[in-house]
């Protein structure tokens, strides 16, 4: 159960695009189309942003987008707005049991 | 409208025990698995355990396998973590979460409480 990698931060200016990666193993993002990508404000609980890999929950701004490609997925975000500033995690269902496994999460900043 | 509701933390003492609970309402509770997620001070989210609809499926982090025991009381709307053996970086605050998929699942948590501060100290 080792963690997913993310990036430490990424920035990027209003108005800009940004992708953010999430690196795991063949026993979890490369085994299952089951990843999630969650966004955190200071002092707010974690908000679903995407799931299964591409979808988006009712109410996620379609300026969110979701991909993967063998054991990396990415986080797209398009028209960088100020709000959107916040730290974002990945998560890959992990197999039998329930299991899920979090990347380490990312800090975006809008300058 | 979707609650989850935890309470059960505190201060306890390395090697003492807490029970969390989490109190469902808004949604048919018995057809979704339900997780715990705990997040220490400044840092990121670790996922503790999950628990599939019935109970037949149960998970835990290695780091708190042997020492944790989610449960569920689908009667009462409920999701519990027994946490034993505690320990200082058991110290976070635990969020309950609401799987998304219907029955089985996805490991993707649509609803989230506000969560329960546990600190191990002496």
């Known amino acids: 159960q080792s963690a997913l990698t993310q990036p430490a931060s990424v920035s990027g200016s209003p108005g800009q695009s940004i992708t953010i990666s999430c690196t795991g193993t063949s026993s979890d993002i490369g085994n299952y189309n089951l990843v999630s990508w969650y966004q955190q404000h200071p002092g707010n609980t974690p908000k679903l942003m995407i799931c299964?890999?591409?979808k988006r929950p009712s109410g996620v701004s379609n300026r969110f987008s979701g991909s993967k490609s063998g054991n990396t997925a990415s986080l797209t975000i398009s028209g960088l707005q100020a709000e959107d500033e916040a730290d974002y995690y990945c998560?890959?269902?992990?197999?039998?049991?329930?299991?899920?496994?979090f990347g380490g999460g990312t800090k975006l900043t809008v300058l | 409208e979707v609650q989850l509701v935890e309470s059960g933390g505190g201060l306890a003492q390395p090697g003492r025990s807490l029970r969390l609970s989490c109190a469902a309402s808004g949604f048919n509770f018995d057809d979704y698995a339900m997780h715990w997620v705990r997040q220490g001070p400044g840092k990121g989210l670790e996922w503790v355990s999950g628990?599939?609809?019935?109970?037949?499926?149960?998970g835990y982090a290695d780091s708190v396998k042997g020492r944790f025991t989610i449960s569920r009381d689908n009667a009462k709307n409920s999701l519990y973590l027994q946490m034993n053996s505690l320990r200082a970086e058991d110290t976070a605050l635990y969020y309950c979460?609401?799987?998304?998929?219907?029955?089985?699942?996805?490991?993707?948590?649509?609803?989230w409480g506000q969560g329960t501060l546990v600190t191990v100290s002496s």
């Open positions: 628990i599939s609809w019935n109970s037949g499926s149960i």
């Open positions: 299964e890999v591409s």
């Open positions: 998560s890959s269902y992990a197999g039998s049991s329930t299991s899920v496994v």
């Open positions: 979460a609401k799987d998304n998929r219907f029955y089985d699942s996805s490991g993707s948590l649509d609803y």
